[in-house]
């Protein structure tokens, strides 16, 4: 299979990457901890038990949030 690249729409900017990725492997290789963020997917918070079967194609819109923790 050749080596495909797709755009998609991260936290507003486009942003390239490899085609045929599910969603851990996506975070992983932008360079998310994946246990330590929220992800709205396409609109919607994707609960993580569906994160290694949805795969993200061309123009999907991620918005992801990184969970902070501490206080006082």
């Known amino acids: 299979m050749p080596n495909t690249?797709?755009?998609?729409?991260?936290?507003?900017e486009a942003r390239?990457?490899?085609a045929g990725l599910?969603?851990?492997e996506l975070l992983d290789q932008l360079g998310y901890r994946?246990?330590?963020?929220v992800v709205e997917f396409n609109g919607v918070i994707l609960p993580?038990?569906?994160w290694p079967q949805q795969v993200v194609?061309?123009?999907?819109?991620?918005?992801v949030v990184?969970?902070?923790?501490?206080?006082?």
Do not use: H, K, M, Y
């Open 22 to 24: 599910a969603l851990p």
């Open 5 to 12: 690249t797709i755009t998609i729409q991260l936290n507003g």
């Open 34 to 37: 994946p246990q330590l963020v």
């Open 57 to 63: 194609v061309e123009s999907d819109v991620l918005e």
């Open 48 to 50: 993580r038990q569906l």
């Open 16 to 18: 390239p990457c490899p």
């Open 66 to 72: 990184t969970i902070v923790g501490g206080g006082s």
